[in-house]
């Protein structure tokens, strides 16, 4: 079966670091696989997805997250973080419909 | 969450009553689903319909119930059967065009307590 792990479940860092937030998958096949974002008490906003191609893929907010196929890995990134991307994210992968993590609260401090 | 709108946004009930949770979209999408989300579970797959008239069941869909009458709505019954609830339900779509590359889109969710 189709599954992702996110193994933190808690990432700290400070307003201007570069931020990661990991993923790992396990799928047979080619993987399809996406980032959301969750502010407190809203809905999943769609970050980015990757379906084939260039292992790093550009999204929203200035995020983008690479595609690493020998290490099963599609880890977020972000070059300077802000405060306002504090929130809950969620790896998923497409299988046919998502399968997600449990989610990794990113905290940023100023 | 533009496109797709979930009703009511708070939702209280008593045991052994049934509730009924709302969700429209205007994207014009073909598939619409529902999740459960709770904490440090991530959310969970109950229902989905990729057809109007046409739904399958997901990991969760005991004590729940759907119905897709019409292309843009996709109501989720929460039935008496359901023993826990609690939680916060979210509703997304998304096309058909290209398959499992299709994005979902998310409504704003409706957080549903049973006193």
């Known amino acids: 079966a189709q599954s992702v792990a996110q193994p933190e479940d808690q990432v700290n860092v400070a307003e201007g670091n570069p931020l990661t937030v990991k993923c790992t998958y396990s799928?047979?096949?080619?993987?399809?696989l996406f980032w959301y974002v969750q502010y407190p008490n809203r809905g999943l906003q769609f970050l980015l997805k990757?379906?084939?191609?260039?292992?790093l893929v550009k999204g929203s907010y200035g995020f983008e997250a690479e595609f690493n196929k020998s290490q099963t890995s599609f880890h977020l990134k972000k070059p300077s973080a802000l405060v306002s991307d504090s929130a809950l994210y969620f790896c998923?992968?497409?299988?046919?419909?998502?399968?997600f993590g449990q989610g990794t609260t990113l905290q940023v401090k100023p | 969450d533009g496109g797709i709108t979930q009703s009511p946004k708070y939702l209280f009930r008593k045991e052994g009553q049934n509730v009924t949770l709302s969700c429209e979209q205007n994207?014009?999408?073909?598939?619409m689903y529902w999740y459960r989300q709770d904490p440090g579970q991530g959310l969970r797959l109950i229902y989905y319909?990729?057809?109007?008239?046409?739904?399958q069941k997901g990991d969760i869909a005991e004590g729940y119930s759907v119905s897709r009458e019409k292309k843009e709505s996709f109501p989720l019954t929460v039935t008496s059967a359901q023993k826990n609830p609690t939680a916060f339900y979210l509703c997304?779509?998304?096309?058909?065009?290209?398959?499992?590359?299709?994005?979902?889109?998310f409504g704003p969710g409706t957080r549903l307590t049973v006193l």
């Open positions: 997304a779509s998304s096309s058909l065009r290209t398959g499992k590359t299709d994005t979902q889109y």
């Open positions: 799928v047979s096949g080619n993987p399809y």
């Open positions: 990757y379906i084939t191609g260039d292992n």
């Open positions: 998923a992968v497409r299988d046919p419909t998502l399968i």
């Open positions: 994207l014009n999408h073909d598939a």
């Open positions: 319909s990729q057809i109007v008239n046409d739904f």
